[in-house]
């Protein structure tokens, strides 16, 4: 069993809250579904994921499939554009998810978010709960126990099937997650996701725009643009990280399916003849990104798609893969964490032929003498989900600290790298320390805390998922050194305060 399998998400959460990971959005009003706020240490470890993706996807140095240098820039495009952006792209027209409503509760659900278990019986009792909810669906096992009068259930009658499977007279006999009589659950219906605003002083059909629901058009609008500022030449890729926004009918697992998150996303233009090995070099490259920053055992996992799960833009046979992190709400399954498509020409001959500009839009390709649209290779990441599976990953239960608890961050991803201490609040000792903090602060994230005795000061690292903590005691007045005490195995070692900057370089590793 995965380790993950066995990790409380309640316990996570609370975590998270206690400790200034992330916060519920508004929580003094009640909060809003769907929208979180980052505390100090989210926020640091959220910027720690960003700009590690940055450094490594658009300033890194890389050798394509050919040995040719990998050519990456980026942009940074506006969250508001102009309508047309999206019908071209088809998200007015096509980006729905099937909705339903409750009658009875009032809640609204996503259609294919919802199963049903009961019997296969033509008019039997049939109890819908949220998809992956154990808790909805113990009690659901439980309420049809009591409605059939039996002490188990039969794995041959009793199933669970999708909602969106059931017939409309099965959908008849189904009980919703928060109601208590069958019937109530509408016919699914389609639901766009994009948010309306209106730009101007006045609210009208003419002034109607959205908000942004992925990062990747503005990209593909701009891809003139930065062809004709640039010396970028294909192969090459346009970076963007920002904000999208999505009306998720049921925002669930915590930050995991939000209506506001952050994406972290290139589009890498090529001629189609080498859309092969372009999806499978960035595919491998990917993958092995998460490993590098702490995400490196069984709970990660590469799936290519199957032929039905591919997207409107993917031609047959394109490659379309996911990287997959499993979750602790998953297990033992797993959740997306990054897409790596080949998403052909689609999105460049779309807004061509909308924006009336097919044949300017058009890549002239000067080694090749040859005019095209570039195919695009895609790896879309959320940055959200990132840090969460940093989060989860990181969760480690151990009954020898204090705190019962520590956050084993990899030394790159973790938001304080070292904590500066002296053993006792006099004697020169917080004048030293706060000197080496000084020094220290200039290129890390450090906390300088004087106060409380020492094992509560690691208690409170060890939370933070400091990998490092360093002490001055009186050892250090007469002879210049301090103690390291390592996170992950409690050891402790003396070196020379005077060699802990580049110690401390050394092991944060490009942070």
Known sequence: MSANA??????????????????????????????????????????????????????????????????????????????????????????????????????????????ALGAIDPGARLFVVIEGDEQQLEKAVKALLKYERCDALDPARHVVRPFTKLSAEERTHAIGPDAKAPGSLTEPRQFNLMFKTNVGAVEDPSNIAYLRPET??????????????????????????????RNEVTPRNFTFRSREFEQMETEFFIHPSQANEWYAWWRD???????????????????????????????????????????????????????????SDYDLRQHAEHSGRREKARYFDTERNERYFPHVIEPSAGADRGTLALLCEAYTKDESRPSGVYMKFHPRMAPVKAGVFPLVNKDGMPEVAEKLYRALRKKHACEF??????????????????????TIDGDSMTQQTVTVRHRDTQQQ?????DSVPGWIDERVGGA
């Open 6 to 115: 066995t990790k409380s998400m309640d316990e996570i959460v609370a975590l998270c809250r206690r400790r200034g990971f992330i916060f519920q959005s508004s929580e003094i009003y009640g909060g809003i579904n769907g929208f979180w706020d980052y505390g100090p240490l989210g926020t640091q470890l959220k910027r720690n994921l960003k700009d590690a993706w940055w450094r490594d996807t658009v300033q890194g140095e890389a050798k394509g499939p050919g040995g040719e240098e990998v050519q990456v820039v980026g942009v940074d495009c506006t969250i508001i554009m102009n309508p047309r952006v999206w019908e071209a792209s088809g998200h007015v027209g096509g980006f729905n998810d099937p909705m339903v409503d409750c009658k009875e509760s009032k809640a609204r659900y996503r259609a294919d978010h919802l199963v």
């Open 216 to 245: 990747a058009q503005g990209i593909f609008a701009n891809f003139e643009n930065v062809v004709n500022s640039t010396r970028v030449r294909v192969p090459f890729g346009i970076a963007q990280v920002g904000k999208a926004f």
């Open 285 to 343: 490259r990917r993958f092995a990104w998460w490993q590098s920053i702490g995400l490196a055992g069984e709970n990660l996992q590469l799936r290519e798609h199957d032929r039905d799960e591919l997207a409107h833009y993917a031609k047959e046979g394109a490659g379309t893969s996911d990287i997959e992190y499993r979750f602790p709400f998953t297990a033992p399954g797993f959740g997306e964490l990054e897409g790596v498509a080949h998403r």
């Open 449 to 470: 805390d004087p106060k409380q005795t020492i094992g509560k000061r690691y208690a409170r690292m060890d939370e933070a998922g400091t990998p490092y903590c360093i």
């Open 493 to 497: 070692e003396r070196i020379a305060i």
